[in-house]
């Protein structure tokens, strides 16, 4: 220490204190870095596995050592894309996730407008209900259901199996939907009224508006989960596959070139989707995108 | 004609009573300031008669007309929100031209109304911007300007200006008034202000606990509380308290014998406005404590026998902290109240 001024007495402790909160605040950056790379790791390290090798030659599929700069071979895809019944699955795949999609909107979303708005007895133990919805093991509904589909003829049907993803993707449409109508004060429902609306003309003019961006987003959200379900799609449909149900049947015993080519023609359209609202889906989390 | 009358009106939100039998007529073409302390039910008041709240018990009507089975819609009102309540996805425009384009009216139409709503509270160089480009104020501003776009026959309104600067807040409010008085709207209009209150309303309605304890012209209000509480509220500085106890000559105030009401009571309670004590020969003794000059006067805060009192008076006398001041009371401006009712004493009991 070569100052020429003695600090006075009190300064030593204050900045051993502002050192220590200094470090403080540099560890927690680390750490927060360090997490959020393992993490974004965690997810793009197999969805890049699976482009490099889908776009891969066969041999170089199976073969060592691996390149991680794919060949653009598009012989597999181009495989994968002619073989018999992907078309139909896809198409089936499309389908389902659009009518999961409608369904848990149009039924999730009056249902969380009325948790958000009105106190009705047992609300809490329906919301409860709502979320054990999901806690429920699909494997244990799986055969009455399919006895049941079979007596009423929804068996092997697009309809029939777009209910019960509907079923799976309806919590998470009231709960998200709930908290989207909570965001919007009901003194801007109150104040249209006394503008000369009525309760549905406010909800339209002035409600729909704002929380249609986290609608589509809650939407999209449906038709993910539609989209990756595997296990109803496998029991309750035979001819009329979706691509998850076409794939676990049809890809089990094809070479590893075919099933990367698989992986990636069923992680793809769910990742665009995605991205395309991933605005609003940052907007529903409650964090500022800007 | 647009007279409202509400008639026992109750609202309780479970076993908490908002409203304890509101019984209020406001003429036609009124401007009826409805004045209390935060939480004493305004709010609570105007959103009934606005039909936002079911009320537990009572009547409403507006021109004569029961309208507590109705809707807001078919009301007739417009509502100035406390909050504002300005539609964020809307233009100002918009906002202010929404209950317009409900009512069907032609473009060309909404187009002036709006524009004259706007130019009315200042805001027509903002009607491209979105509320979450305004300052609370300025919100404000067009909440109002909503409002009276509507020309509705009854204006509900929420502390209105209480987001504005002095200056802005005195100038809209003689806005407001002029505005109001030419288009015959009857209006009721919550505030805090109670310099706000005196200057606008034809009559005041001074609210505490859930009950109306005065109504009446804003000078009988200040003259004549019929409450302490509204004797406390009302005036600034407020009306100054002393307990005064029964002697054969009269009533003895802080060591001041004066001639009282003739009611069988042993102590009841002196009250006199700042304003109306003039310094004199006899009188009630206090010490100085705190001397503010106002400008045209000064504000004197003195103890007398224990209490705290504060005098107005003129700027030209001079007067220290530590001196001893002897001040009479305007006898025709003394007041008393019942300690134990807390109400004002009829004052023809008192001999003048
Ligand atoms: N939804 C509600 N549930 C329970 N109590 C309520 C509800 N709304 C209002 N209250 C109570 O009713 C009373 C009156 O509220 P109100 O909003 O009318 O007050 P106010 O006079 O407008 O006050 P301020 O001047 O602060 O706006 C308050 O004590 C409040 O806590
Ligand atoms: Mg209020």
């Not at chain 1, 750490?31 to 969805?47: E, G």
């Not at chain 1, 050592?65 to 018999?84: D, I, Q, T």
């Not at chain 2, 007309?65 to 819609?73: K, Q, S, W, Y």
């Not at chain 2, 206090?286 to 504060?310: I, W």
């Amino acid at each position: 220490m070569t100052a020429t001024a003695p600090l006075p007495a009190h300064g030593a402790a204050p900045s051993d204190e502002i050192a220590r909160a200094l470090d403080l605040a540099r560890a927690k950056r680390w750490l927060v870095a360090a997490v959020v790379t393992i993490l974004c790791l965690w997810v793009l390290v197999p969805i890049y596995l699976v482009l490099v090798n889908a776009l891969s030659t066969p041999s170089e599929v199976s073969g060592w050592p691996k390149s991680f700069v794919p060949s653009f071979a598009m012989e597999s895809l181009a495989f994968f894309a002619g073989y018999r019944g992907v078309a139909e699955a896809l198409l089936n795949s499309v389908m389902v996730a659009a009518i999961t999609m409608v369904l848990s909107i149009v039924i999730g979303a009056p249902a969380g407008y009325a948790l958000a708005r009105f106190d009705f007895a047992g609300k809490n133990a329906f919301r409860i209900l709502v979320l054990m919805t999901r806690a429920f093991p699909l494997p244990l509904l799986a055969l009455p259901l399919a006895v049941a589909y079979i007596q009423i003829g929804l068996d092997d049907t697009i309809l029939g199996l777009a209910f019960v993803h509907t079923m799976l993707a309806m919590p998470f449409a009231v709960l998200i939907t709930a908290s989207l109508f909570m965001g919007v004060p009901f003194e801007l429902e109150e104040a249209a009224w006394t503008l000369g609306c009525t309760r549905l003309q406010a909800f339209v003019k002035v409600v729909l508006p704002l929380v249609s961006p986290g609608i589509a987003a809650s939407a999209v959200f449906a038709f993910v989960v539609s989209w990756n379900e595997v296990f109803a799609a496998a029991v309750l449909t035979i001819e009329n596959r979706t691509l998850t149900a076409f794939l676990l049947q049809s890809l089990n015993v094809s070479p590893l070139h075919l099933k990367f080519a698989g992986a990636a023609v069923l992680v793809l359209p769910a990742l665009l989707f995605l991205f395309a609202v991933r605005k609003y889906l940052f907007a529903m989390w409650g964090i500022a995108n800007r | 004609m647009a007279e409202i009358t509400v008639a026992g009106l109750e609202k309780s939100y479970g076993s908490f009573t908002a409203l304890h039998g509101i019984d209020l007529h406001v003429e036609d073409r009124e401007f009826l300031v409805l004045l209390g302390a935060s939480g004493c039910g305004k709010t609570t008041l105007l959103r009934c008669i606005a039909g936002l709240e079911t009320a537990s018990r009572g009547e409403i009507a507006i021109g004569g007309r029961r309208v507590d089975p109705l809707p807001p819609r078919a009301r007739k009102i417009a509502m100035v929100f406390q909050n504002y309540a300005v539609f964020p996805h809307l233009t100002v425009f918009e906002n202010i031209a929404f209950g317009l384009r409900m009512k069907k009216m032609p473009n060309a139409e909404v187009d002036e109304k709006v524009r004259r709503a706007a130019t009315m509270m200042h805001i027509e160089q903002l009607l491209a911007r979105y509320s979450g480009q305004l300052s609370g104020g300025q919100r404000q501003r067009v909440a109002v300007a909503r409002a009276l776009a509507m020309e509705p026959e009854v204006l509900l309104m929420d502390e209105p200006l209480s987001n504005l600067d002095a200056l802005l807040r005195l100038e809209m409010r003689a806005e407001l008034k002029g505005v109001l008085q030419e288009s015959r709207t009857t209006t009721i209009y919550v505030t805090h202000d109670q310099v706000e209150a005196m200057s606008l309303a034809d009559r005041i309605a001074v609210m505490h606990g859930g009950h109306i304890v005065q109504h009446a012209s804003p000078l009988d209000v200040y003259r004549d509380p019929a409450t302490r509480f509204v004797g406390s509220f009302i005036g600034n500085p407020p009306m100054n308290f002393l307990p005064a106890t029964r002697t054969t000559a009269g009533w003895e105030v802080a060591g001041l014998t004066m001639p009282g009401p003739a009611i069988d009571a042993h102590t009841i309670e002196f009250a006199v406005r700042p304003e109306d004590l003039t310094p004199a020969e006899t009188g009630l003794t206090g010490r100085v404590k705190v001397v503010e000059p106002l400008g045209a006067h000064q504000l004197v805060t003195m103890d007398v026998a224990g209490h705290h009192f504060r005098v107005v008076l003129e700027s030209d006398l001079v007067v220290r902290p530590g001196e001893t001041l002897r001040l009479a009371p305007r006898p025709e401006r003394v007041r008393w109240f019942d300690p134990t009712s807390q109400t004002a004493i009829d004052r023809s009991l008192v001999p003048s």
